[in-house]
């Protein structure tokens, strides 16, 4: 017998909050799209711990790392921060537990009703929204529910009188947290001190052993001295009630992207890095996202061994220069690379660069981003003239990035991959990650693996925490003083041991990238290993000029024919492995001599037994090293990386050879121009005289010193000169040498890159 309707469905939402709602909107990534309403609530998070509703909103407001596991997220959805532990320990909860009578006064948290399917994967949209009017004596009830009953999402409720939707009185939103998550996407510091709280008197999650040593000074019976009761913050929940179905115009998380973006644009917690990052209104955040993406979906089986952990996702202080010890790159990196890969309408001939700067305020594109990636045809004339960098439509977004996947993205990443340097590094830290992994206390992982800036803020929080226990004992309060020392002495033990997988990682580091080098060795020259990576191999300007040198050779071996872009075909990818593997004859030694003439050229001077104890490597004002780059690298000294590839990179087709050779004579001629000022202006301000009153024999001793000196340099790197290109070198100097453009204009901080 068949069973009849079943009636009278019962609802799952099991999360009431209370309280007044409102609208706003937030805008898609292409400008011209349609903005997409926001629906919110706001009320407040209190220590009401009876086990109702306002305990259940405690109980499941979590942070985006709780949520989501990186593997589990697209990287596009990445939304927020990580949190730092240490100030939210040190500072946050110290200000809301803090006595008396000063006003603690906080902005909003942001939260917004996140849907996701089994095993918490996140949805792109929420089901459909349908709304209803409920007619009670006086007044309607209005109600707008996503999802049928019984498998609702959430359910907005709010009374209509007279007409009139009442924002204030009787508004509920409620929610399914089976099917929904209440994600934090803004004040997720001030909200983790609450939490903190909550959990250090009810207990914490599974998933939260990583952190959870950053609380434990907070013990339930030090936090029976306070009056919890009394501790309030605001915070408004949201919905996106127009993102649903099969088909919606965003994505939920971009448009949690979007909130946060705007909340944060002007706040100076949020870095630099961050927000390029996150960006959708710029198109070069997109193509950085597009190769962070690709690194991030790789398996770990795959053979290769770049992992999302080898790129820094942050920068504290703005900056490009790594701080994680297993980051071969970053966001600043990749993003002071592109702009000058798609935005730079003057290559360099030598060592200089035109137009080097302002490349935000460019708003023509027509001969950058559009020519290198073939816009004008792809989009069509009228979409291209309409295209900008900051304003595109979605369907000119999705064009570009398909063709700077093809043209740009895999010579990135396999240069990554397979770039010498680059293997042994992500190669050793794989190894770590892998050893590491089966451990029983995750923490040792975390710092290393998981998280931007996670080790950063942990050392920190023991220095803070060492401030403390001395300022205690100075103020004669043991106690205190001696609760601190017993859990920083629990801390040092964990400090003890990253740093001895950090010193783990740089000897097996070494190891990779000395493979054919006795390893009764290594512990000698480890510490020239670190120097290599810190100073050349993870800098921003070593890794524009890794790639730019191929990207504008092949504009210009492909302009012969017309076309001044690269093609991205199987051709073009042929001639790259060729760079690579004669980049690669240089960088990646094959026995000791290979080795110490690496150091030479770019450490110092090498004596002693190789390897041996007794082995030295003393630093060298006329190693090539230190003749190409005198003094402070920036960003824009990429032109002298670049011209150690030319002279390394020996192609063998023909057309290309003569190009390459043209680039090549025109910065060696550079190098050595520049070497002889820099005698000349050290020579004058030893003798503290005019370069005027510099005698012609002196200035042809110091010329004849700066040709010898550099072409000694020179036969490090590449062996004995043919002896045309040797009488060139030699007549270089032969006519006078005016200050170079550098020394006219030099850069400033204002238009240095590294320092915006």
């Not at 903005?35 to 499941?60: A, C, M």
């Not at 020519?371 to 000119?396: I, V």
Request: aromatic share 10%.
């Amino acid at each position: 017998m068949g069973l009849g309707p079943i009636l009278n469905v019962a609802s799952v939402l099991d999360l009431r909050v209370e309280g007044a709602l409102g609208t706003f909107s937030v805008t898609p990534a292409a400008p011209a799209s349609p903005s997409i309403p926001v629906k919110y609530i706001q009320t407040h998070i209190t220590f009401d711990l009876d086990g109702g509703h306002k305990e259940r909103l405690f109980q499941n407001l979590l942070p985006v790392r709780e949520v989501f596991q990186t593997k589990d997220l697209g990287f596009e959805d990445l939304m927020q921060r990580d949190i730092d532990d240490g100030r939210v320990s040190t500072e946050l909860i110290k200000y809301l537990l803090e006595p008396g009578a000063a006003v603690k006064f906080f902005p909003p948290i942001v939260a917004v009703v996140v849907p996701v399917g089994p095993q918490n994967k996140l949805l792109p949209a929420y089901p459909d929204v349908v709304e209803e009017r409920i007619q009670n004596k006086g007044y309607f009830t209005c109600i707008e529910r996503s999802g049928t009953v019984g498998r609702e999402s959430f359910e907005f409720e709010q009374l209509e009188v007279n007409g009139d939707l009442q924002e204030f009185d009787n508004a509920r939103l409620r929610i399914n947290t089976n099917r929904c998550k209440i994600v934090i996407v803004d004040g997720q510091h001030r909200a983790m001190a609450l939490l903190a709280l909550y959990r250090n008197i009810k207990g914490w999650p599974d998933n939260t052993a990583a952190f959870r040593h950053y609380y434990t000074r907070w013990s339930p019976e030090h936090l029976s001295n306070f009056d919890l009761s009394k501790i309030s913050l605001p915070i408004a929940i949201c919905v996106f009630p127009t993102l649903t179905g099969e088909h919606p115009p965003m994505r939920v998380t971009e448009a949690c992207r979007a909130v946060f973006l705007a909340l944060n644009k002007n706040a100076k917690p949020v870095t630099r890095a961050r927000n390029i990052l996150l960006n959708d209104r710029d198109l070069v955040p997109f193509f950085e996202r597009a190769i962070l993406e690709e690194v991030k979906s790789y398996n770990p089986d795959t053979s290769n061994r770049l992992r999302l952990w080898n790129f820094e996702l942050d920068a504290e202080k703005d900056r490009s220069v790594l701080t994680t010890a297993v980051a071969l790159s970053g966001v600043m990196h990749l993003h002071l690379l592109l702009e000058r890969a798609l935005m730079l309408n003057q290559k360099p001939g030598g060592f200089y660069v035109h137009g080097s700067s302002n490349y935000w305020l460019r708003k023509n594109i027509d001969d950058t981003i559009l020519r290198r990636l073939d816009g004008a045809n792809l989009l069509g004339s009228e979409l291209a003239a309409s295209t900008t960098r900051h304003s595109f439509t979605a369907e000119a977004l999705k064009v570009l990035q398909e063709s700077f996947s093809k043209r740009y993205l895999r010579y990135i990443i396999k240069g990554f991959q397979e770039f010498h340097p680059y293997t042994a590094l992500a190669t050793a830290a794989s190894d770590i990650e892998i050893a590491l992994r089966p451990q029983t206390d995750k923490r040792p992982h975390a710092m290393l693996f998981e998280g931007q800036g996670v080790l950063r803020v942990f050392r920190q929080y023991v220095e803070q925490l060492s401030k403390e226990a001395v300022e205690q004992r100075d103020l004669k309060r043991v106690k205190q003083a001696t609760e601190l020392d017993a859990i920083l002495n629990e801390l040092r033990v964990l400090q003890e041991t990253v740093t001895k997988q950090e010193a783990e990682f740089r000897a097996k580091r070494a190891q990779k990238f000395l493979s054919s080098v006795a390893a009764a060795k290594l512990p000698v020259l480890t510490a020239h290993i670190d120097k290599l990576y810190k100073e050349d191999f993870t800098t921003a300007a070593f890794q524009i000029g890794l790639f730019v040198t191929f990207f504008f050779m092949m504009e210009d071996y492909h302009g012969q024919d017309g076309d001044l872009r690269l093609t991205g075909d199987e051709d073009e990818m042929q001639i790259f492995d060729e760079y690579l593997a004669c980049l690669n004859g240089f960088f990646g030694p094959k026995s000791d001599a290979d080795a110490k003439r690496l150091l030479s050229v770019f450490v110092g001077s090498v004596s002693g037994t190789f390897g041996a104890s007794n082995m030295t490597v003393a630093a060298s004002a006329t190693n090539l090293r230190s003749i190409v780059i005198p003094g402070e690298l920036k960003p824009d000294e990429w032109p002298r990386f670049r011209y150690f590839f030319l002279e390394l990179w020996r192609p063998t087709n023909e057309r290309l050879a003569a190009l390459t050779k043209g680039y090549r004579l025109e910065s060696r001629m550079d190098v050595l121009k520049a070497f002889y000022r820099q005698k000349i202006k050290v020579y004058c301000k030893e003798k503290g005289i005019d370069e005027k009153q510099v005698s012609e024999g002196v200035d042809t001793r110091l010329k004849k010193e700066a040709r010898s000196q550099f072409e000694s340099a020179l036969v490090e790197l590449i062996g004995k000169l043919p002896e045309p290109e040797r009488v060139v070198l030699n007549t270089l100097l032969d006519k006078p040498v005016p200050p170079s453009e550098e020394e006219i204009t030099p850069q400033t901080a204002e238009d240095d890159p590294d320092e915006e």
